[in-house]
């Protein structure tokens, strides 16, 4: 069956490292088959990245395609605003059942942001209890987490993330089955967000015993406390790493772990691509894969994400549709806010003009075209006091705070970022000029003062609604079991001949 418009299927997947995953390094030892062979049969972009480096920015900037100041998506615990256009808003106008299932952490009482239906809820509050407190930057948040994720790391049989991930895949293929049943000519947008390989880094032993300790490779590059940058510095102390050295037994375990998390995406991607092609929607249907951002996972004994050093910053992103797109491999760097206006490019129209747009349509890049090498990212959460921001470009890397952080990294020549060039006199027009520019795109003083306004008010207002009755802003998914399976009001011939797939 041939849809209007292509159906797109985006999957998500949390925390998981480009530079670490088999389609971006040939060495890597992470088992990953299904998400292999789309990468070897579509388009791999090998170098995008996040807007930001945490969970809730990121996705707030991945669905409206705008930068995390814009709509002052600052930490995990922003308000997203109701009347921010998503790509799901712009599909649903052009005709496309819009689905999610899974993670989004959306916080703030809309939890649909266009979506027509949410098949789960989240993993993550929806509400302000997780705001950062500038006015008090050197109390580590007590509900932050901390190395728990690393010393208590290795095998289990169930945990919080699997009973998530098993009913989010669940859910999204029941959605396939009851498209191909119910609504077979009409297109539809499914995002289907996991939270693996996101810590705590646990994962059954189906997926532990891919890999052996001496099979797993430790961090690269390492860096002693005091040779920390300033914004790092904090982070250890955010993640309650300070003056604890980890052991290398612990760091081993917990990479084995995570390469099992990423396994276990990968077999999960399976379980949907096999229900593509059962429901006879795999020749219809854009595959798109990406992620909210890396993991540093020990490299310069940093952990979890939070900075813009490559192992947190960038991201898978794959496409696969063979029949409209051929196999290729895109050099220059993108980034996810470029994803909602693909998706309209690729259902056939455009953005409205007259509303901001950070991101720019990949189609073209798609299609064998040039596109422009320039990425931007901003991060105002756990560990900064002032909003740090990042651009890249070329063979470029600038990252930069107004207080104490300035970085200058040449990545081609040091793709593993040891040598900080900002004060090296040779390049100091390089660093003039990406200053300058980030001057004139950001006033952040004044972006400061609104993220210390947002907190204020949101820690004021979290207080508030502690008290007395608590009304919940968690996505309840709600199910009519009176129009589920076998009821006698619904004619039982009827029934099973509108249930059964193929139509007998």
Request: glycine share 4%; with cysteine.
């Amino acid at each position: 069956m041939t849809a209007k418009r292509p159906h797109i299927l985006f999957i998500m997947a949390d925390q998981m490292a480009a530079p670490i995953l088999p389609m971006y390094d040939p060495t890597s030892v992470v088992h990953m088959p299904h998400l292999s062979r789309l990468a070897q049969e579509g388009v791999v972009f090998e170098s995008a990245y996040c807007p930001s480096p945490l969970c809730a920015p990121s996705r707030f900037s991945l669905v409206s395609g705008q930068l995390p100041s814009r709509i002052e998506g600052y930490d995990n615990a922003a308000d997203f605003a109701a009347d921010v256009p998503t790509y799901a808003h712009y599909l649903r106008n052009l005709g496309y059942r819009t689905a999610l299932s899974g993670k989004m952490h959306f916080c703030g009482p809309d939890q649909l942001h266009g979506y027509e239906e949410r098949m789960t809820s989240d993993i993550y509050p929806a509400d302000y209890g997780w705001a950062v407190n500038w006015d008090e930057l050197e109390v580590r948040p007590s509900w932050y987490h901390n190395m728990s994720s690393v010393l208590q790391a290795g095998p289990s049989v169930r945990t919080n993330q699997l009973d998530h991930d098993e009913e989010t895949i669940f859910r999204a293929r029941q959605y396939l089955y009851d498209h191909v049943r119910n609504h077979p000519d009409e297109p539809f947008c499914l995002t289907v967000s996991m939270t693996h390989p996101h810590d705590p880094y646990t994962i059954p032993a189906e997926f532990y015993d891919l890999y052996r300790d001496e099979d797993i490779p430790m961090p690269q590059h390492t860096l002693a406390q005091a040779e920390q940058d300033a914004h790092s510095k904090r982070l250890l102390k955010v993640i309650d790493l300070w003056d604890k050295p980890l052991s290398d037994e612990a760091i081993r375990r917990a990479r084995r772990a995570y390469f099992g998390s990423c396994s276990y995406v990968d077999a999960k991607i399976g379980e949907l691509l096999k229900t593509l092609r059962e429901c006879e929607l795999a020749d219809d249907t854009i595959i798109v894969f990406s992620g909210d951002h890396g993991d540093m996972l020990g490299d310069r004994g940093l952990w979890y994400k939070m900075h813009w050093f490559e192992m947190a910053a960038r991201v898978p992103l794959i496409v696969h549709a063979p029949a409209r797109y051929a196999s290729a491999r895109v050099s220059q760097h993108v980034s996810t806010l470029d994803l909602l206006p693909t998706f309209v490019d690729m259902a056939g129209a455009q953005i409205d003009a007259r509303l901001p747009m950070d991101g720019r349509s990949l189609v073209p890049q798609l299609q064998g075209q040039a596109g422009l090498d320039e990425a931007f990212g901003e991060y105002m959460a756990e560990g900064s006091k002032t909003p740090l921001v990042m651009i890249r470009r070329g063979p470029w890397k600038f990252i930069y705070s107004q207080d104490d952080v300035c970085m200058l990294y040449h990545l081609p020549q040091d793709p593993q970022e040891r040598h900080n060039l900002a004060e090296d006199p040779a390049h100091a027009a390089t660093v003039q000029a990406f200053l300058s520019e980030t001057l004139q795109r950001w006033n952040l003083p004044e972006l400061h003062q609104a993220v210390l306004n947002s907190q204020r008010r949101r820690r004021l207002v979290y207080s508030a609604l502690t008290k007395g009755r608590l009304t919940s802003w968690d996505h309840q998914p709600w199910v009519d079991a009176s129009q589920q399976y076998m009821r006698n009001h619904i004619d039982l011939d009827d029934l099973e001949r509108r249930a059964r797939f193929p139509k007998p």
